[in-house]
Structures are given as C-alpha cells and as structure tokens.
C-alpha cells in the first residue's frame, strides 16, 4: 500500500476481462466488505480515442453581456474497454527547429467508459471548473459519464488560424486532427463561441466533411451528444447494397439532416471509381448537396451510381440509388466534397436513371442487366 488511498495489485500475466472481482475486502480499521466490482480500465491503443469537437474560438469579451467560454476538446471512446486516461498528451505545429508545444492531461485516476466523453478545458485563475464551463454552456456539467478535465490557464493554446492537435499516448498516435476554420458551415463568417463537431466517430479526422459548425444555440455541446452528430444506422447486410439515408435531407444548418450518407458494401474487394480508385470493401461518404450545379441535381432528383470493376476479368457491374434534398432547403444549399468518394459527378448518373428516378423511385442492385 503505497498511500491511503491507492492499493498497488501485480498479476503474473497481462489481464484482458473488464472487470475486476474483489472478495472479502478488508481495510487498516478491521472494515469489512463482501464483495466489490470494478471496471478495469487498459492505456488506450490507436483509434480507441477520438477528438470529438473543437472549440478554439471561445467568447472571451467582458463587455458582451455574455459568459466566457472556456477553449475545450472533447475526447469519445469508441472502444468497448474502459480507457485509462493517465498519460495522454497532445502536441500541436512543429516549429522550424522540429519543436511542439505539449499539453499534457491531468488526468490521475481517471477512466472513460465505452461511448463516454471527456472534456478537457482551461479555466482561469480564480474560476471553479464546473461554474465556469457551466455558465457557458448550461446543463453541460449534468450529463452522467462524462469526464471532466480541467487546465489551469487562460487558454489551451488552440490557434484561431486552425492547428494541430496530435493526441499520443507513448509513443502511440491516438488521433490527429489539423482543423482548419473553413470547416465550419459555408457561411458562417465569425467563428467566435462556435464549436466544430464531428458527424460521426468512425468518419477521417481530418477531412473537412466529417465536421461542420454546432447548431447548439449555446455554440457547443461540451459533454454532451454531439448536436451535428448523424444518426447511428445498422450494419449494411452482407450482401452487396447502397444506402442512402437520409433522403430528402435539408441542409440548412439547423442540425437534423443537415447531411446525407452514401453507404457501400461492394461484391468483393475490387475497385471503384469516382474517377479515383480504391481496393476497400465497405465504406461511407458524408455528402453536402450545397453547390449551384448539386443543387439543381438534388432537387430534380439523382442518382448515387458505384462502378465495380472485377479483376481479372475485368467485368463491371453497376448499383444505384435515388437521392434529392428537400424543398425547402433547394435555394439555400451549398457544396462541400464528400469524404473519399470523390466522384466526379457525385450522385449524378445518366438522364435516363434520373427519369426512372423521378418516375418511380427505382433501385438497381449489384449486378443487375
């Protein structure tokens, strides 16, 4: 026992169960307890972690009548272990000497359950971290799970030009994400108090159509859900299939379907072509109907065509879907580059699928003459 509060346990090999039994506990004054329960928490491997949102613009003006907020990163464990987060560091842009700035997590004693978040934040001198973060983000700080990290300071050192976040554990990448302001929503001309969350866990980390600007109308959602956050769908079966969801989709910037999804299971691991190729299987694109010429497209009605060619035969088959955007959003919609199905025409196929389209809402499969 190395202290009152710490009991050191060594085992003879490494342990992999998530909980740890705990029989006839026993403490200095003869106390007592049957049993005890625990979770076990393991040093986070490459993609356990990932930076969920970003708040590098925080409102700090004493004379705007609003409260100040904090510069945050929020942390989401998509593992299924408890994370031990003791250790965990991020460094920013190298200098020209090979230098970084290191930021590292005081976080002694502190685990992060399986789809929990942890938020990491400065707090200033002489604030409470709790009242500070909850002043300006109300109900943040009751959200059950959550992990809170505060660091003593005027800020976390994010630049508002954009910046490197490079989370390490060791000598492991955890996540690396060089966010850049041009991805927070067409249109949005000041950043400040306006936090950029991420679709969805699993997207690219730093490709821009995996985040866009929270419609929270407190400009984040530290601790909680991800306002943006699109909807988790189940697996696609495992035969070959296209998913389009939602349709019609509106972005508008309000947070509900504000963004599509283009789902794929291909028939083998072959090639596909958008015209670049690429040997994967399954994958997703977030795709933003928000350009003059997509909106045209969206709102007659297109299809999402994915080309396989199969080696060696060099055989190709061919599967689509209709997809449009809503109505009401056809006049305000803008573009931005789906993540790496970068097609061409994204969505567009021939005049004669889009009539079928709009006809009958017709579905061709993998394969199909």
Known sequence: MSDAQQVLLHFERPLTQQQLVIHDLRDLKGNRLASAVRPLAYPPGPDALRINEILYAPLADPYDGRPDQPEYIELINISERHLNLEGLFWTDVPDERGRADTVWLPARFQALAPESLAVVFNVPAGQDPLAFLEAAFPGATRQPGTGWIPVSGASLGLRNEGDLIHLQYGRHTIDSVYYDPSWHQAGVRDATGLSLERLLPEGPSNDPASWTSSPDPSGGTPGRPNAARLQTTPPLPEQPDLEVTPSPFSPDGDGIDDVTVIRFRLPTAGAWYAPVSSTVRDGWCARW?????????????????????????????????????????????????CWHARFAECGTATSALRSQNRSGNHSKAFGDP
């Not at 009605?301 to 190709?316: D, E, L, M, N």
């Open 289 to 337: 109907g928000r350009s003059t010429a997509a909106r045209r497209a969206c709102c007659s009605g297109t299809a999402t065509t994915i080309r396989v060619a199969r080696s060696p035969s060099g055989s190709t088959s061919y599967c689509w879907k209709p997809w449009m955007l809503a109505a009401a959003a056809c006049w305000l919609a803008e573009h931005r580059w």
